[in-house]
């Protein structure tokens, strides 16, 4: 059956510091791969989408990976800042249904 | 701003009430909502893919009984979580893809935090 793992549930950098966390899956090939940004209590953000045949996709501050080969993401937070501590959460399309499928999450945060 | 508005964000009430929980897509059209639960520290489950003007799907495992969904117009979808017990308790959250496709991007609701006594 298809699986996701965020291989952190919590990670701790330094404010400045890149922040680099995994999403690694198994048993399909999604044709793409989106990354949402969860604070407490609230409901995910979309933050990107990256598609099977993109290498790597950037917006300001962040950059994502997308290796089929290893089967994994990358997410970078570069230039990291406190404002940056959430709980980020891979997705990716669900074999033969109109949905995604959510990994664990890994909860991040910035130390000043 | 906010382009999927979930209502109540919070309940509180006794074993044995229904709760309703409405989501609404404020500046598109949503042919397509889901409805996820999540428990503390988990992530999202799946539970139902609303449709307007047809039947929702349901998750293996999800009793459609006990969590109906209605998605009446192209604007709001609603789960109403029938005679409900401490075990129901979780944060509920919608979304719907702006695009009408499942596999494009979401926008999630705030969720509504249920907590039954």
């Known amino acids: 059956s298809q699986k996701i793992e965020q291989n952190s549930e919590a990670l701790n950098i330094q404010e400045g510091k890149t922040a680099t966390l995994t999403c690694n899956y198994t048993n399909y090939s999604p044709a793409y791969l989106q990354w949402y940004r969860q604070d407490p209590g609230r409901g995910p953000v979309f933050l990107l989408l990256i598609r099977e045949n993109e290498k790597e996709k950037r917006k300001e501050r962040l950059k994502v990976t997308f290796d089929t080969t290893l089967k994994q993401s990358l997410f970078h937070i570069t230039a990291s800042q406190p404002a940056d501590s959430a709980t980020y959460l891979c997705a990716l399309e669900r074999t033969g249904a109109n949905n995604l499928f959510f990994g664990t999450g890994t909860r991040l945060t910035v130390i000043p | 701003g906010a382009v999927v508005s979930q209502h109540p964000s919070w309940v509180i009430c006794k074993s044995g009430t229904s709760v309703k929980i409405e989501c609404r897509s404020l500046d598109f059209q949503a042919t397509t909502m889901f409805w996820y639960r999540q428990f503390p520290k988990q992530s999202l489950m799946l539970m139902a893919t609303?449709?307007?003007?047809?039947?929702?799907?349901?998750e293996q495992g999800v009793e459609k009984d006990k969590f109906l969904i209605n998605h009446a117009s192209l604007t709001l979808s609603t789960l109403t979580v029938t005679s409900a017990h401490p075990e129901d308790s979780s944060f509920y959250i919608c979304?719907?893809?702006?695009?009408?496709?499942?596999?494009?991007?979401?926008?999630f609701g705030d969720g509504t935090r249920l907590s039954i006594l």
């Open positions: 979304s719907a893809p702006r695009g009408g496709t499942g596999n494009q991007p979401q926008h």
């Open positions: 609303s449709n307007e003007g047809s039947k929702a799907t349901y």
